[in-house]
């Protein structure tokens, strides 16, 4: 069964920093972009960060400089560094398998994991 699966989501004060990770089973992430998305209550979901299946990397304008996506084919693993957090970027963060190695159309979704920033 192809599935990616996101964990490091938590409660951190605003300023702070979390790591979240997207592990994906059944299937090797090196050929295929992976990106990362988030929707807090009330709104649409949005695109946050996505990377390529050769490395390159593109941000929403909310992440630039504070968020860093980056992958580890080894461990199957995309990771997205966030700091200096802010309570708006509180939300479920999803992450997503693309369907070839280009940021394009999302093939999946993983099941979510909460951030929220409050103090």
């Known amino acids: 069964q192809l599935q990616v699966v996101e964990s490091g989501g938590d409660l951190v004060q605003p300023g702070g920093s979390l790591r979240l990770s997207c592990a994906a089973s059944g299937f090797s992430l090196r050929y295929f972009a992976i990106g990362w998305f988030r929707q807090a209550p009330g709104k649409e979901r949005e695109g946050v960060s996505c990377i390529s299946s050769s490395g390159s990397a593109n941000y929403a304008d909310s992440a630039k400089g504070r968020f860093t996506i980056t992958r580890d084919n080894a461990k199957n693993t995309v990771y997205l560094q966030m700091n200096s957090l802010k309570p708006e970027d509180t939300a479920v963060y999803y992450c997503?398998?693309?369907?070839?190695?280009?940021?394009?159309?999302?093939?999946?979704w993983g099941q979510g994991t909460q951030v929220t920033v409050s103090s």
């Open positions: 997503a398998t693309y369907k070839n190695a280009l940021c394009s159309t999302p093939a999946f």
